[in-house]
């Protein structure tokens, strides 16, 4: 795992991709640190909960290589032939996106040292708003790495990655289309009304942008913890499988 | 050392391998000989674990690919047919990051020192490989393979795409890594397989066609020992009265090459030296004897026509003798 995880992680800097990246995520985080500390709130919290959307739309660069890249280039034959366990193989690509990600929030660390040097506001809601931010990143390149896995073409898998990020982020905005039926008598009737308002909920409540809302709210939920970690575990799993299906078919 | 049973393998419809079956004694130089497609690719991808079986076993050094696949897999150096290289890093960079991939036990810095000299790569080892020519990629390919000293190399033709030069060293490279290692290679190219390996197995639209040594079958495929003759002349009067001369078997019409003149495929008793008789025949009826000469099959062409035919009648013509590739003869020479 860490051999993968060290090319992988060297290859960000030696391709303009992580330079791109991070340039990308610093120059927002330094826009928002601006807005939000110039209109007096001294909660880094909110300036990192605003990097939502940013990530989303950043995040298919970061993945879109992880997987596909290797299958264009045939170097998957030199990883899937090497005495080494598949998910290790997968690992290591994931940590290698998730560590470049996580170096896009180290400025943080600096503007909460501002914040501190100058106020006294506790450190726990960036703590918790950096672990959510981190959560949220991710079950994106989880997302974005099984995507990548499906196809040879970076663009391809950075183009549906995208799309997929951008409705599991809005998710909860398509509420507003649907009408739950209500004061139906009879039973299949209830029934459906149950399961189009359960729906709802679930779409309200699962998406990404209502979840790393609750982020930057000061009351820890592990369940918001527990829903990041499973899509990562989810979607870890199923590159996996995609890698090993490739064998079969 | 590699052990394969009743091994298939199915593209969707398309059988790609159909039941192969062949043993690798430790320490043997195997050659896997056949056209593009045949499915030697296919083949070499399932030992290495890359694709999985249809049907079938396969053990290296008693280890099964799909139960074991750690064990087998450590104990194989595999160099694909596109060598698998990241053209972003460097040459020593790559070699490091294969050593660790295949967590190698050996001290790190000699052992790649010595495989970047073995396979003449030192001078470049600090270049991007996305800036090497196809000759040194494919020796740094090689290299990636060599990595961990495994015991079984399994080389799917190594040799394309290299000049001349190149493909001697690397066959030499071959020669002498075979002395200590089990390797198997494959090839399209006949005389590539026979400089390195002893034992050859022709492979033909996923079936093994042939499974011996080089020489053996070399003996086997260029038996026959025709004759081809230039004639002046009539094709029925000459025909008969070749046909007359003492010990030969058959004597068959190529028809007319040249103006004024036929070609005919003589087959003389085994062993009998006809060719003063021809002379003195074609004299004898006035007629000018423009060309004779040995009609002996190169290998290559043989191997072309095996190939080309039906697998069921490639494998008999391997059994049978002469009667057969007589019929390869006529086709081939018209090429």
Redesign the interface.
Same mark, same amino acid.
């Given at each position: 795992m860490s051999a993968i995880f060290k090319r992988e992680f060297k290859s960000y800097f030696t391709t303009p991709v992580g330079y791109i990246v991070l340039a990308a995520f610093y120059f927002f985080l330094g826009l928002y640190f601006y807005m939000i500390f110039s209109s007096g709130s001294p909660q880094i919290g909110n300036v990192i909960i605003a990097m939502t959307t940013v990530t989303v739309f950043i995040m298919p660069i970061l993945t879109m290589r992880l997987m596909s890249d290797d299958r264009r280039q045939k170097v998957d034959q030199v990883l899937l032939t090497a005495p080494v366990k598949i998910w290790s193989i997968v690992l290591g690509k994931f940590f290698a996106a998730f560590s470049v990600y996580a170096l896009a929030f180290a400025p943080t660390v600096f503007f909460e040292i501002i914040i501190l040097s100058k106020v006294t506001v506790s450190v726990l809601p960036y703590l918790y708003a950096l672990l959510g931010i981190l959560l949220l990143g991710g079950a994106l390149i989880a997302m974005g790495m099984f995507i990548s896995s499906l196809t040879e073409s970076p663009a391809i898998s950075a183009i549906l990655s995208l799309i997929i990020n951008v409705l599991v982020l809005y998710m909860s905005s398509f509420t507003s289309m649907i009408t739950v039926p209500e004061g139906s008598t009879t039973f299949f009737g209830k029934i459906w009304e149950k399961i189009v308002s359960g729906f709802m909920l679930f779409l309200e409540k699962a998406a990404f942008i209502s979840v790393s809302e609750s982020f930057s709210e000061t009351i820890f939920s592990v369940m918001d913890i527990i829903y990041f970690l499973s899509i990562i575990a989810i979607f870890v799993f199923l590159s996996v499988r995609s890698l090993e299906k490739r064998r079969w078919s | 050392m590699i052990n394969v049973a009743g091994l298939s393998k199915r %593209?969707g419809t398309h059988l790609a391998v159909k039941d192969v079956n062949f043993n690798i004694e430790k320490g043997e130089v195997v050659g896997f000989l056949g056209p593009n497609g045949a499915g030697k690719s296919t083949i070499m991808?399932i030992l290495?674990?890359?694709?999985?079986t249809t049907q079938g076993e396969v053990t290296i050094d008693g280890f099964n690919i799909v139960d074991y696949?750690?064990?087998a897999?450590?104990r194989?150096g595999?160099l694909?047919e596109?060598p698998?290289? %990241?053209?972003?890093?460097k040459v020593r960079e790559y070699l490091d990051?294969?050593y660790?991939?295949?967590?190698v036990k050996f001290p790190k810095k000699p052992h790649i020192d010595e495989i970047l000299k073995l396979v003449k790569i030192d001078n470049v080892q600090n270049r991007l490989i996305k800036n090497l020519s196809k000759g040194y990629r494919q020796r740094v390919g090689f290299a990636?393979a060599l990595i961990g000293n495994p015991d079984v190399l399994i080389l799917d033709e190594p040799t394309v795409g290299l000049d001349p030069k190149q493909i001697i060293e690397i066959r030499n490279l071959i020669g002498r890594l075979g002395k200590n290692h089990t390797i198997i290679l494959s090839s399209h190219i006949l005389s590539e397989i026979q400089a390195v390996c002893k034992r050859v197995i022709i492979i033909n639209r996923g079936e093994i066609i042939a499974d011996d040594n080089s020489e053996n079958l070399a003996q086997k495929l260029s038996d026959d020992s025709t004759l081809l003759a230039r004639i002046t002349g009539n094709e029925t009067d000459m025909l008969s009265a070749l046909k007359s001369i003492k010990n030969i078997k058959s004597v068959s019409s190529l028809g007319q090459m040249e103006i004024g003149s036929f070609d005919y495929i003589i087959e003389p008793e085994d062993g009998v030296d006809v060719r003063a008789d021809i002379f003195d025949r074609v004299v004898s009826r006035g007629k000018k004897l423009l060309t004779l000469k040995d009609n002996k099959l190169s290998l290559e062409q043989i191997f072309l026509r095996l190939t080309e035919v039906e697998n069921d009648k490639a494998k008999q013509l391997l059994k049978s003798d002469n009667g057969e590739i007589t019929v390869v003869i006529e086709e081939s020479e018209e090429e």
């Open positions: - | %593209y991808n290495t674990g890359y694709l999985s696949p750690e064990e897999k450590r194989i595999y694909p596109i698998p290289l %990241y053209p972003d890093m990051f294969i660790d991939l295949k967590k990636g």
